[in-house]
C-alpha cells in the first residue's frame, strides 16, 4: 500500500507541476521505451549480480534485520550513480525494495528484467510544451 501511495504522489505532483503550472503536456513515445527497456535488460541484471548477489548477500550475513541490510545495500547502490543526483535517489529508493524482495525470492534474472522495464519506462513518456530542467540520468560505461 506504501508503494500504491507512493507512485499515487508522483502522478499527482508531476502532472500539477507538467499541466497546471507550466502549461506543458505529456507525448507517448513507444518505440523509445521499448529500445530503453531492451538495452538495460543486460545492463540491470549486471548491477543486481554485483549490488544483490554480491553485496547484499555479505551485508545479509552480518546484521540480522533484514531491513538494516537492505538499506546499506541501497545506500551502496545509490552511491554507485554518485554523479546522477536525481538518479542516485531513486536507486535508493529503489535499491532497498529490490534487496528486500532479492532476500525474500532471490531471482536475479526477474530483478534485471524488472531493473530494465524501469529504466525504459521513463523513456516512454515526453514532456512537451514546456521548458525542462535538466537532469543527469545517466552513468556507466557508454554515457
Do not use: D
Not at 48 to 77: C, D, H, V, W
Amino acid at each position: 500500500s506504501y508503494l500504491i501511495v507512493g507512485w499515487l504522489f508522483i502522478w499527482l505532483a508531476g502532472g500539477w507541476y507538467i499541466f497546471v503550472i507550466n502549461g506543458g503536456w505529456v507525448e507517448l513515445n513507444p518505440a523509445n521505451g521499448l529500445k530503453g527497456v531492451g538495452s538495460y535488460i543486460l545492463w540491470g541484471t549486471l548491477q543486481e549480480l554485483l549490488f544483490l548477489s554480491y553485496f547484499n548477500t555479505r551485508i545479509r550475513k552480518g546484521f540480522s534485520s533484514p531491513l538494516l541490510s537492505a538499506l546499506l545495500t541501497a545506500m551502496i547502490f545509490s552511491i554507485f550513480h554518485l554523479r546522477a543526483y536525481a538518479l542516485m535517489f531513486l536507486c535508493f529508493g529503489v535499491g532497498i525494495i529490490w534487496a528486500l524482495i532479492f532476500q525474500a525470492a532471490p531471482n536475479l534474472m526477474l530483478l534485471g528484467i524488472a531493473h530494465g522495464i524501469s529504466a525504459g519506462f521513463g523513456a516512454t513518456f515526453v514532456v512537451k510544451g514546456m521548458t525542462m530542467f535538466k537532469l543527469k540520468m545517466s552513468v556507466g560505461p557508454f554515457h
